[in-house]
């Protein structure tokens, strides 16, 4: 009878169990690929598929969140795993839209920049050692702002902590530059508009290292009170996106980003004085004038 306890207690999967060793290679395979897709953008931007290497921002969007959630399912959530995925994505979200940036946005000014000759008037390159400045201060904001989150996940926060993000996640600001060159597409050829592109870019870094939160919306899903209005939402949403792919991932991309500063901007009107004065203060007020 105590071999057989024995028996049935070794069989039980452990840590060092085939079938568990096996789902622990499960999520480090998603975060391979989401670092392939960082390469493969990298290497589409230099060959100037632009809308190709958008499209691969956009699925290591998917695979950082496949990662994650698989490994918390099949309970293999390492601390190994966990600083892969945020080597993962400063690649992914940070170094990959920071060149394809540059290279869509603000390297086409005067032209294809293999065709063109490399002599700029002074204010296109003003422009460009500005587009310089902005796209790596993009790669260091992200990766700020990842270290601040691992940091932050690791001391225990209550509820309300949970349901936002402090400063705009860093895969938002990757999908907001790859939304928008995957719905033009061309090109920005004209100074005016790589400065504008400049602005963009700036403040999308500046987003990620503040402290305006953002809503997380991983609370939502199976275990919400209403799992079947999620399911219908979702399928709609893919439904749309896999139909109006540009629209939708550029509609998606700019309200989640304009969200923290929309609600950071009501916050501070609700807090700002509000006069009030009552009929009597009013009739003080007008007496010495009458009398005058």
Partial sequence: MAERKHR???????????????????????????????????????NGKYDQAALAIGAGYV?????????????????????????????????????????????WMSGNPALRNLSLNPYEQHIRSAGWIVTFAFVI??????????VQAQKPADAAAKRYFVGLPIPAGAGLIASIVHFWKTPIANPGSALLWCLLIG???????????????????FLSRRPRVV?????????????YSE???LLLAMTYVGS???????QMVRKLPIETSTPGEHTSMDAPRREH
């Fill in 141 to 150: 904001c992200g990766a700020l702002r990842l270290a601040r989150f691992n």
């Fill in 63 to 107: 695979l950082d969140g496949l990662d994650g959630r698989v490994a918390r399912v099949t309970g293999t959530s390492t601390e190994f795993g966990a600083q892969l995925d945020s080597l993962a994505d400063v690649l992914t979200f940070g170094l990959a839209p920071a060149i394809l940036a540059f290279a869509w946005g603000i390297d």
């Fill in 231 to 243: 399911l219908v939402a979702a399928a709609v949403m893919i439904g749309l996106i896999f139909r």
């Fill in 8 to 46: 049935r207690k070794a069989e039980v999967p452990g840590k060092d169990h085939p079938l568990r060793a096996g789902l622990s290679i499960l999520p480090s395979l998603f975060t391979i690929g989401n670092i392939f897709c960082a390469y493969f953008s990298v290497m589409s931007t230099l």
């Fill in 247 to 249: 629209e939708m991932l």
């Fill in 203 to 221: 403040t999308t870094a500046f987003l990620m290292i503040s402290t305006i939160r953002y809503h997380n919306f991983k609370q939502l899903g």
């Fill in 260 to 266: 923290g500063p929309f609600v950071k901007l009501q």
